[in-house]
């Protein structure tokens, strides 16, 4: 994920919730109850980044880990280690030698924003997304996808749009465009916690 104001942001953006088995349709109240029913998540990620012309396409893999109330974590293991994290109020990050460096969320407002929206959703806080971006739901079969565009009004400058696709009541996709063209897109696969908590989280 393109890491505002930290050179690194937590990607916290979407765990898998996972189901005993995909419902036929979920209806969007289903979605939102199958992640408040969970107090902690965790998913491997796979990322790729592209990042201006210069660049060319970014690829990262590592953790996604979630513990209730609001506290996210990005813990990158290849291509380097590195560990970032947020909560309502402030995002950090950890670098190999165990520098610390830490922001406050009202400072950096799309990282703010973004926050907002992966913890509201992982919470399954319908009303405090909804603040945030314009939402748009669709299913078939068991299959959905879920479209979020941010608000005027919130200060996102940069942000243009979150795409997340899932199966049932498991995430497996995340899209992250912004506007200057730059994307991030993510594969993601439900782990144990354990895994987590072998990161230190």
């Known amino acids: 994920m393109k890491r505002i104001g930290l050179t ?8 898998a919730a996972a189901s005993p088995s995909p ?4 209806t969007w109240r289903a ?4 992640f408040a029913q969970k107090p902690r998540l965790a998913a491997a ?22 513990r209730r109330p609001d506290h996210l974590a990005d813990i990158m293991l290849s291509p380097v280690r590195k560990r970032y994290g947020m909560n309502r109020k402030e995002a950090w990050s950890i670098n190999a030698k165990g520098q610390r460096r830490t922001i406050a969320l009202s400072l950096v407002p799309d990282l703010q924003i973004l926050a907002q929206a992966l913890q509201s959703l992982l919470s ?23 479209h979020l565009t941010p608000r005027h009004h919130n200060g996102s400058r940069s942000l243009r749009a979150l795409r997340l696709r ?5 995430l497996r996709r995340l899209a992250i465009q912004y506007r200057n063209g730059d994307w ?11 895994a987590c908590r072998k990161e230190g989280f």
């Not at 419902?23 to 979920?26: D, E, M, Q």
């Not at 319908?126 to 959905?144: E, I, T």
């Not at 993601?188 to 916690?193: I, M």
Request: include cysteine; charged fraction near 10%; charge should be positive.
């Open 124 to 146: 399954g806080h319908d009303r405090m997304l909804k603040r945030a971006f314009h939402l748009v739901y669709q299913a078939h079969a068991s299959l959905w996808t879920l």
């Open 31 to 34: 979605i939102l109850l199958a």
């Open 166 to 170: 899932g199966t049932g009541s498991v």
């Open 45 to 66: 990620y796979h990322e790729t980044e592209h990042v201006g012309l210069l660049y060319g396409k970014i690829r990262a893999s590592g953790l996604w880990c979630y």
């Open 23 to 26: 419902a036929a349709n979920p």
């Open 8 to 15: 690194c942001l937590p990607g916290l953006v979407l765990l």
């Open 184 to 194: 991030s897109h993510y594969r993601l696969t439900p782990v144990s916690w354990l």
